[in-house]
């Protein structure tokens, strides 16, 4: 079992920053590749990032790369994902989630077994 809980979430304007954390407990936290995902009103989750275990390799949507980094602390069992530029359009409830079966985080919300319980990103234009 992995519990994972969101923090950092909050309102910014248009082209502001913000810094998300997720806070792993329950599972040896280097054993386990992360992701986060985003849903908006009325839309389906989405991938945004992944990271593998030991932060080496890294994957993103096209929507957010170059704006978005995810990075983990294996010593701290925490990873985070560093939001800059953000527009109206990335104001959704962000979620991280956790899987054993991967090296690298897959894309696919389906493949992980471990979710938290997401914090809210709001963007004003």
């Known amino acids: 079992q992995v519990q994972l809980v969101e923090s950092g979430g909050g309102s910014v304007q248009a082209g502001g920053s913000l810094r998300l954390s997720c806070a792993a407990s329950?599972?040896?936290?280097?054993?386990?590749?992360m992701g986060w995902f985003r849903q908006a009103p009325g839309k389906e989750r989405e991938f945004v990032t992944a990271?593998?275990?030991?932060?080496?390799?890294?994957n993103y949507a096209d929507s957010v790369k170059g704006r978005f980094t995810i990075s983990r602390d294996n010593a701290k069992n925490t990873v985070y994902l560093q939001m800059d530029k953000l527009t109206p359009e990335d104001t959704a409830v962000y979620y991280c989630?956790?899987?054993?079966?991967?090296?690298?985080?897959?894309?696919?919300?389906?493949?992980?077994?471990?979710w938290g319980q997401g914090t809210q990103v709001t963007v004003s234009s």
């Open positions: 989630a956790a899987t054993g079966r991967y090296y690298l985080g897959p894309r696919s919300a389906t493949e992980y077994d471990y």
């Open positions: 329950g599972r040896t936290f280097s054993t386990t590749s």
């Open positions: 990271i593998s275990r030991s932060g080496g390799s890294t």
